[in-house]
Protein backbone atom coordinates (compact mmCIF):
# COMPACT_ATOMS: atom_id res chain seq x y z
CA UNK A 1 0.00 0.00 0.00
CA UNK A 2 1.19 3.85 -1.07
CA UNK A 3 2.83 5.61 2.20
CA UNK A 4 0.30 8.55 1.17
CA UNK A 5 -2.95 7.77 -0.51
CA UNK A 6 -5.49 9.93 -2.27
CA UNK A 7 -8.91 9.71 -3.10
CA UNK A 8 -10.53 10.04 -5.61
CA UNK A 9 -7.84 9.43 -8.48
CA UNK A 10 -10.13 10.16 -10.78
CA UNK A 11 -13.37 12.71 -10.43
CA UNK A 12 -15.70 14.27 -12.11
CA UNK A 13 -18.38 17.22 -11.02
CA UNK A 14 -19.82 19.81 -12.71
CA UNK A 15 -19.90 23.72 -11.68
CA UNK A 16 -21.35 24.76 -8.02
CA UNK A 17 -20.99 21.02 -6.54
CA UNK A 18 -19.29 20.64 -3.44
CA UNK A 19 -15.81 18.37 -3.83
CA UNK A 20 -13.76 16.70 -1.27
CA UNK A 21 -10.12 15.20 -2.07
CA UNK A 22 -9.03 13.14 0.92
CA UNK A 23 -5.43 12.48 1.76
CA UNK A 24 -4.13 9.63 4.68
CA UNK A 25 -0.90 8.95 5.34
CA UNK A 26 1.22 6.08 7.18
CA UNK A 27 4.85 8.01 7.37
CA UNK A 28 3.63 9.13 10.33
CA UNK A 29 4.87 12.68 9.62
CA UNK A 30 3.37 16.22 11.56
CA UNK A 31 3.27 17.96 8.31
CA UNK A 32 1.01 17.66 5.13
CA UNK A 33 0.63 19.54 2.01
CA UNK A 34 -2.17 19.99 -1.05
CA UNK A 35 -0.79 21.35 -4.08
CA UNK A 36 -2.19 21.50 -7.57
CA UNK A 37 -0.50 21.28 -10.90
CA UNK A 38 -1.60 22.54 -14.14
CA UNK A 39 -0.12 22.77 -17.52
CA UNK A 40 2.81 24.84 -17.67
CA UNK A 41 2.76 26.18 -13.80
CA UNK A 42 3.85 23.43 -12.22
CA UNK A 43 3.16 22.50 -8.49
CA UNK A 44 1.12 25.34 -6.69
CA UNK A 45 0.79 25.78 -2.83
CA UNK A 46 -3.06 25.66 -1.98
CA UNK A 47 -3.02 24.90 1.76
CA UNK A 48 -0.41 23.32 3.97
CA UNK A 49 -0.73 22.03 7.74
CA UNK A 50 2.15 21.77 10.21
CA UNK A 51 0.11 19.76 12.69
CA UNK A 52 -3.52 19.17 13.40
CA UNK A 53 -4.00 22.75 14.89
CA UNK A 54 -1.99 24.86 12.58
CA UNK A 55 -3.42 25.29 9.18
CA UNK A 56 -1.71 27.78 6.67
CA UNK A 57 -2.75 29.35 3.40
CA UNK A 58 -0.66 28.73 0.27
CA UNK A 59 -0.19 30.73 -2.72
CA UNK A 60 -3.74 29.87 -3.94
CA UNK A 61 -6.27 29.27 -1.61
CA UNK A 62 -8.97 30.96 -2.59
CA UNK A 63 -11.97 28.80 -3.56
CA UNK A 64 -10.64 25.85 -1.48
CA UNK A 65 -10.76 24.81 2.38
CA UNK A 66 -9.00 22.19 4.33
CA UNK A 67 -9.64 19.95 7.34
CA UNK A 68 -7.13 17.66 9.27
CA UNK A 69 -8.60 15.46 11.19
CA UNK A 70 -6.18 13.81 12.66
CA UNK A 71 -2.25 13.62 11.84
CA UNK A 72 -2.53 11.11 9.50
CA UNK A 73 -5.74 12.86 7.08
CA UNK A 74 -5.70 15.87 5.49
CA UNK A 75 -8.88 16.70 3.33
CA UNK A 76 -8.91 19.48 0.58
CA UNK A 77 -12.34 20.64 0.01
CA UNK A 78 -14.01 22.66 -3.19
CA UNK A 79 -16.99 24.21 -1.99
CA UNK A 80 -18.55 25.59 -5.36
CA UNK A 81 -16.35 23.92 -7.92
CA UNK A 82 -16.26 25.82 -10.99
CA UNK A 83 -13.96 24.62 -14.35
CA UNK A 84 -10.75 26.68 -13.58
CA UNK A 85 -10.27 24.63 -10.45
CA UNK A 86 -9.84 21.09 -12.98
CA UNK A 87 -6.14 20.20 -12.58
CA UNK A 88 -3.95 17.76 -11.05
CA UNK A 89 -3.98 17.84 -6.91
CA UNK A 90 -1.41 16.55 -5.13
CA UNK A 91 -1.11 15.71 -1.40
CA UNK A 92 2.21 15.62 0.33
CA UNK A 93 4.10 14.95 3.54
CA UNK A 94 7.31 15.72 4.79
CA UNK A 95 9.15 15.26 8.15
CA UNK A 96 11.44 17.89 9.18
CA UNK A 97 13.10 16.47 12.07
CA UNK A 98 16.51 16.05 10.99
CA UNK A 99 16.27 15.38 7.15
CA UNK A 100 16.90 17.07 4.13
CA UNK A 101 12.56 17.49 4.20
CA UNK A 102 11.86 16.39 1.04
CA UNK A 103 8.02 15.94 0.38
CA UNK A 104 6.80 12.42 -0.31
CA UNK A 105 3.95 12.59 -2.46
CA UNK A 106 0.33 10.89 -3.38
CA UNK A 107 -0.38 9.36 -6.78
CA UNK A 108 -2.61 12.30 -7.51
CA UNK A 109 -6.59 13.25 -7.93
CA UNK A 110 -7.65 14.32 -10.96
CA UNK A 111 -10.46 16.65 -11.23
CA UNK A 112 -12.40 17.92 -13.97
CA UNK A 113 -15.07 20.26 -13.25
CA UNK A 114 -17.62 20.89 -16.00
CA UNK B 1 9.36 35.22 -1.46
CA UNK B 2 10.59 32.40 -2.87
CA UNK B 3 10.76 32.41 -6.48
CA UNK B 4 12.02 29.40 -8.90
CA UNK B 5 12.61 30.15 -12.65
CA UNK B 6 13.00 26.94 -15.24
CA UNK B 7 13.49 28.26 -18.55
CA UNK B 8 13.47 24.98 -20.36
CA UNK B 9 10.18 24.21 -21.45
CA UNK B 10 11.23 21.28 -23.55
CA UNK B 11 14.44 19.41 -23.61
CA UNK B 12 15.52 16.68 -25.92
CA UNK B 13 18.87 14.32 -25.84
CA UNK B 14 20.09 11.55 -27.47
CA UNK B 15 20.19 8.09 -25.36
CA UNK B 16 23.90 7.36 -23.43
CA UNK B 17 24.29 11.55 -23.45
CA UNK B 18 24.40 13.74 -20.32
CA UNK B 19 21.83 16.55 -20.27
CA UNK B 20 21.88 19.54 -17.97
CA UNK B 21 18.38 21.07 -16.58
CA UNK B 22 18.80 24.55 -15.82
CA UNK B 23 17.05 26.14 -12.11
CA UNK B 24 17.79 29.50 -10.65
CA UNK B 25 16.56 30.65 -7.96
CA UNK B 26 15.48 33.79 -5.99
CA UNK B 27 15.90 34.16 -1.90
CA UNK B 28 16.61 36.50 0.44
CA UNK B 29 16.99 33.48 3.16
CA UNK B 30 20.72 32.36 3.56
CA UNK B 31 19.69 28.85 4.80
CA UNK B 32 17.49 27.27 2.29
CA UNK B 33 17.28 23.92 0.55
CA UNK B 34 17.20 23.13 -2.90
CA UNK B 35 15.23 19.82 -4.57
CA UNK B 36 14.89 17.86 -7.71
CA UNK B 37 11.45 15.71 -8.53
CA UNK B 38 11.17 13.48 -11.60
CA UNK B 39 6.97 12.99 -13.00
CA UNK B 40 6.58 10.39 -15.50
CA UNK B 41 3.81 10.51 -17.60
CA UNK B 42 2.22 8.10 -15.16
CA UNK B 43 2.21 11.28 -13.13
CA UNK B 44 3.93 10.38 -9.81
CA UNK B 45 5.91 12.52 -8.60
CA UNK B 46 9.95 11.04 -7.35
CA UNK B 47 12.07 12.58 -5.56
CA UNK B 48 15.73 12.36 -7.07
CA UNK B 49 18.40 14.60 -5.15
CA UNK B 50 18.62 17.42 -2.40
CA UNK B 51 21.32 20.66 -2.07
CA UNK B 52 21.77 22.38 1.21
CA UNK B 53 22.70 25.96 1.13
CA UNK B 54 25.75 25.79 3.08
CA UNK B 55 26.54 22.32 1.61
CA UNK B 56 30.24 22.98 -0.03
CA UNK B 57 29.95 19.58 -2.13
CA UNK B 58 27.61 19.74 -5.11
CA UNK B 59 25.12 16.54 -4.33
CA UNK B 60 25.60 13.44 -5.86
CA UNK B 61 22.75 10.53 -6.43
CA UNK B 62 23.89 7.87 -8.70
CA UNK B 63 23.49 9.30 -12.19
CA UNK B 64 22.04 12.65 -10.74
CA UNK B 65 24.26 15.49 -10.04
CA UNK B 66 23.29 18.76 -8.78
CA UNK B 67 25.49 21.74 -10.24
CA UNK B 68 24.87 24.06 -7.28
CA UNK B 69 26.74 27.74 -7.77
CA UNK B 70 25.32 29.79 -4.70
CA UNK B 71 26.63 33.22 -5.74
CA UNK B 72 25.03 32.62 -9.32
CA UNK B 73 21.69 31.30 -7.84
CA UNK B 74 21.72 28.21 -9.55
CA UNK B 75 20.91 24.68 -9.09
CA UNK B 76 21.10 22.69 -12.47
CA UNK B 77 20.37 19.13 -12.52
CA UNK B 78 23.02 17.33 -14.78
CA UNK B 79 21.91 13.21 -15.56
CA UNK B 80 24.81 11.68 -16.93
CA UNK B 81 24.02 8.58 -19.36
CA UNK B 82 20.60 9.66 -20.22
CA UNK B 83 18.15 6.42 -20.46
CA UNK B 84 15.23 6.16 -22.28
CA UNK B 85 13.34 6.28 -18.87
CA UNK B 86 14.65 9.60 -17.96
CA UNK B 87 12.07 10.80 -20.21
CA UNK B 88 9.32 12.71 -18.07
CA UNK B 89 9.10 15.93 -16.18
CA UNK B 90 11.24 17.71 -14.28
CA UNK B 91 10.67 20.01 -11.24
CA UNK B 92 13.28 22.40 -9.75
CA UNK B 93 12.29 23.12 -5.88
CA UNK B 94 13.38 25.25 -3.05
CA UNK B 95 12.30 25.79 0.81
CA UNK B 96 13.56 28.12 3.27
CA UNK B 97 15.10 26.56 6.37
CA UNK B 98 13.82 29.03 8.82
CA UNK B 99 10.41 30.73 9.68
CA UNK B 100 7.21 28.39 8.35
CA UNK B 101 7.89 27.45 5.28
CA UNK B 102 6.56 24.87 2.05
CA UNK B 103 8.11 24.11 -1.10
CA UNK B 104 7.69 26.32 -4.14
CA UNK B 105 7.80 24.89 -7.53
CA UNK B 106 9.20 25.79 -10.68
CA UNK B 107 7.24 25.51 -13.66
CA UNK B 108 8.94 22.61 -14.68
CA UNK B 109 11.18 20.98 -18.01
CA UNK B 110 10.16 18.07 -20.05
CA UNK B 111 13.00 15.87 -20.91
CA UNK B 112 13.02 13.60 -24.29
CA UNK B 113 15.42 10.72 -24.63
CA UNK B 114 15.78 9.96 -27.90
CA UNK B 115 16.93 6.48 -29.14
Known amino acids: DADVTQTPRNRITKTGKRIMLECSQT?????MYWYRQDPGLGLRLIYY???????NKGEISDGYSVSRQAQAKFSLSLESAIPNQTALYFC?????????????FGEGSRLTVL | AQKITQTQPGMFVQEKEAVTLDCTYD???????LFWYKQPSSGEMIFLIY??????QNATEGRYSLNFQKARKSANLVISASQLGDSAMYFC????????????FGSGTRLQVQP
Open chain 1, 92 to 104: ATSDFTGTTGELF
Open chain 1, 27 to 31: KGHDR
Open chain 1, 49 to 55: SFDVKDI
Open chain 2, 27 to 33: TSDQSYG
Open chain 2, 51 to 56: QGSYDE
Open chain 2, 93 to 104: AMRADTGRRALT
